[in-house]
């Protein structure tokens, strides 16, 4: 079945440093690819998203791109602040453009920013 | 995005009795909604994908006569855990479905039974 597989946390850096979150993924078809982040004691945000190969999702410094002949979509950010302290959550989702479509999430990612 | 309400965010209840939570689309016609379990430090558990006017799907394991899904209008859907227990103490969270696969998540609600 299709699944999503994230590196192990939790990923402590110093400010300003580099990130990379590793995200893989196994589906049937041609899945849609999304980072979502939750903040202590929030809800999960849509951080980005991509919908075919080759795109790059961005959104407040992070980038992923979808790689198709990785199956991978790994988070990265240049310069990490200690704001993006969170959990971050790659998920999938394979039922093509409609709004209906299940998504099937990783294991989470907990990041902590030391200043 | 769509905006995504929970009520009760917490909750503590006794074994046997049964808690309804609500999640409401506050900006955003939902015909699709979808309920999860976390559990702590763990990914989310889709448990059933509910649609307005019609009856939810549950995903394999989920137990439908013991969290009751109700997808009344486009707004609102309620989930009721029945004769709760312990072993259903959770953190549980909706969804909207937007265009394009994306989802809109409420705050969740933490139920903790006593």
């Known amino acids: 079945g299709d699944s999503v597989t994230q590196m192990e946390g939790p990923v402590t850096l110093s400010e300003e440093a580099f990130l990379t979150i590793n995200c893989t993924y196994t589906?049937?078809?041609?899945?849609?690819l999304f980072w979502y982040v939750q903040y202590p004691g929030e809800g999960l945000q849509l951080l980005l998203k991509?919908?075919?190969?080759?795109d790059k999702g961005s959104n407040k410094g992070f980038e992923a791109t979808y790689r198709k002949e990785t199956t991978s979509f790994h988070l990265e950010k240049g310069s990490v602040q200690v704001s993006d302290s969170a959990v971050y959550f790659c998920?999938?989702?394979?039922?093509?453009?409609?709004?209906?479509?299940?998504?099937?999430f990783g294991q989470g990612t907990t990041l902590q920013v030391k200043p | 995005g769509a905006v995504v309400s929970q009520h009760p965010s917490w909750v503590i209840c006794k074994s046997g009795t049964s808690v309804k939570i609500e999640c409401r689309s506050l900006?955003?016609?939902?015909?699709?909604m979808f309920w999860y379990r976390q559990f702590p430090k763990q990914s989310l558990m889709l448990m059933a994908t509910?649609?307005?006017?019609?009856?939810?799907?549950?995903e394999q394991g989920v137990e439908k006569d013991k969290f009751l899904i109700n997808h009344a209008s486009l707004t609102l859907s309620t989930l009721t855990v029945t004769s709760a227990h312990p072993e259903d103490s959770s953190f549980y969270i909706c969804?909207?479905?937007?265009?394009?696969?994306?989802?809109?998540f409420g705050p969740g609600t933490r139920l903790t039974v006593l």
């Open positions: 589906a049937t078809g041609y899945p849609s």
């Open positions: 991509a919908t075919k190969a080759d």
């Open positions: 509910s649609n307005e006017g019609s009856k939810a799907t549950y």
């Open positions: 969804s909207v479905g937007g265009h394009y696969n994306e989802q809109f």
């Open positions: 998920a999938l989702s394979t039922d093509g453009s409609s709004n209906t479509g299940k998504l099937i």
């Open positions: 900006d955003f016609q939902a015909t699709t």
